[in-house]
């Protein structure tokens, strides 16, 4: 069964930093790539991030750039994602989700609240 | 980027009844080379993480309920539930997977009239 579990959110003052993990299991994670999905509260879902299988090749959101970061590593089957410069608006649930042309399996979520 | 719109963006209908959504891309979707729809529905429940139900359009993901149907191609797209549940009260979402960024519509909330 495959599962995704995030892990590392929490309150944080805007200018802040925090990184989020999230790790995988049940499928050969090193031949996926990756993603974050976030949904700030009442809105709707904005994809974020993506990791190639390898971490050879990162895309991001136009509203994330220069601040965060995402990376991977295959031998402990996790990716992260390190966000700096904190803002109110980057209040949110973030989601890591396998990215197989379509997102079919997703976390629960991680509350990242910036305040 | 591709600019997603959902309509509408909130739907009652009577249990049994069917409902449609519709999604429209302001660009094509379609790789024509492979003649497919880089087109995504999900449906997103208040604390529960996205659960996809279709892609390519019109492809059921596995243990959807076949009420739930995809159609279109292009920059128009339509989903349906042919008779409503009440567990079928949600936010739905289309998305495209075509080029990044992956873009979402706004959303339609689906309740029960």
């Known amino acids: 069964e495959v599962q995704l579990e995030e892990s590392g959110g929490g309150l944080v003052q805007p200018g802040g930093s925090l990184r989020l993990s999230c790790s995988g299991s049940g499928f050969s994670f090193n031949d996926y790539w990756m993603s974050w999905v976030r949904q700030a509260p009442g809105k709707g879902l904005e994809w974020v991030a993506n990791?190639?299988?390898?971490?050879?090749?990162?895309n991001y959101v136009d509203s994330v750039k220069g601040r965060f970061t995402i990376s991977r590593d295959n031998a402990k089957k996790s990716v992260f994602l390190q966000m700096n410069s904190l803002r109110a608006e980057d209040t949110a649930v973030y989601y890591c989700a396998r990215l197989e042309s379509y997102f079919r399996y997703w976390g629960q979520g991680i509350l990242v609240t910036v305040s | 980027d591709i600019v997603m719109t959902q309509s509408p963006d909130s739907l009652a209908v009577p249990l049994g009844e069917r409902a449609t959504i519709n999604c429209k891309s302001s660009?094509?979707?379609?790789?024509?080379?492979?003649?497919?729809?880089?087109l995504a529905w999900f449906q997103k429940k208040s604390g529960q993480p996205p659960r996809l139900l279709i892609y390519w359009a019109s492809t059921r993901e596995s243990g959807v309920p076949d009420r739930f149907s995809g159609s279109g191609s292009g920059t128009d797209f339509t989903l349906t539930i042919s008779s409503l549940q009440a567990e079928d009260v949600a936010v739905y979402y289309c998305q495209q997977y075509y080029s990044s960024p992956y873009t979402f519509g706004q959303g339609t909330k689906l309740e029960i009239k």
């Open positions: 990791i190639k299988y390898d971490g050879t090749e990162k």
């Open positions: 660009q094509s979707v379609l790789y024509s080379s492979r003649n497919d729809n880089y």
